[in-house]
């Protein structure tokens, strides 16, 4: 009979995972926001106009 032992991953380990995983969806995350307007530019999404008149104060 073969014994193969069970894969083991001690809590280092995981945690070491963890924060692979925690800090590739960050550095995601800044990417997309550093990005955004090339992206948006890419799918042809032009930024809405200003109203430049809902901010005067003729009292």
Same mark, same amino acid.
């Given at each position: 009979?073969?014994?193969?032992?069970?894969?083991?991953? +001690?809590?280092?380990?995981?945690? #070491? $995972? @963890?924060? @692979? &995983? &925690?800090?590739? #969806?960050?550095? @995601?995350? &800044?990417? &997309?926001?550093?990005?955004?307007?090339? $992206?948006?530019?890419?799918?042809?999404? /032009?930024? /809405?106009?200003? +109203?430049?008149?809902?901010? +005067?104060?003729?009292?």
């Amino acid at each position: 009979m073969h014994f193969s032992p069970l894969p083991y991953l +001690d809590p280092g380990s995981g945690s #070491l $995972i @963890i924060q @692979i &995983v &925690v800090a590739a #969806l960050l550095g @995601i995350g &800044v990417a &997309v926001r550093a990005s955004w307007g090339s $992206i948006k530019k890419l799918f042809g999404i /032009k930024p /809405k106009a200003d +109203d430049d008149n809902t901010d +005067d104060d003729t009292n």
